[in-house]
Structure formats: structure tokens, C-alpha cells
């Protein structure tokens, strides 16, 4: 909420806008799609090492070309939009949870482990 004053400088509180709701939810999707970067690994320890690396401040785009297993480590890890139903529902998960440039810890699929980045 936000405390404005009306023309006789009394205060009362203004009801937030879908816009201000949206700014202060990081987690809307916008259109019904999100983006998202990832980098697929095989081994847990070798996932934890790499999401060590990235909460130190390494380069996502980086690590996903030299370790991704994932086709989309040619662009860096950068699957672009997608909507729900597009990838898998542990992916889609993870990444609703995450704030826009947040890295999520490693969690496990049927192919591997994934590190994910929201990109929006």
C-alpha cells in the first residue's frame, strides 16, 4: 500500500496497481511464459561445485558452454521462452520459485542435475 495525502492533506492509503503488484512480484509470468538459462550435469557434487562457482560471481553463460550436457550449451545455456507445459514439471517448478538473475541450487531429473538461471 501506499499513504498518499487527498486534497484536504489527509492521508489514506492507495490500493496497488497490477503494475505495482507485478514490480514487487519478481516471480509473474509475463504472457504465461518464463526464460531461462540452465546448465545440465550429471553428478550432484559436480552440479554443487558448479553452483559454488556462480554464487562466487563465475559467468552462467561460461560454465554452461565448457559443462552443460544439455544441447543448449552453445547458446550459453539460454533455452529462451517457454510456456508451461513445454519442459518438464520439475523444471517449470524450479523456475516459477526464482527471482529474475536468481540461480537456483541444484535439483534432480530423470536426466540429470539442473542448475537453473530465471532470466524473465
Known sequence: MIM???????GYQK????KDSRQKNPTHIKKGKRR???ILIEKFKSAQEIHDKLKEGADFAELARKYSACP???NGGNFGSFPKGAMIPEFWNSSIKLNINE?????????GYHVIKRMG
Open 4 to 10: 498518499e495525502k487527498n486534497k484536504h492533506g489527509k
Open 15 to 18: 490500493k496497488a496497481s497490477s
Open 36 to 38: 531461462a538459462s540452465l
Open 103 to 111: 540461480i537456483s541450487p541444484s535439483g534432480r531429473t530423470r536426466f
Open 72 to 74: 543448449s550449451k552453445k
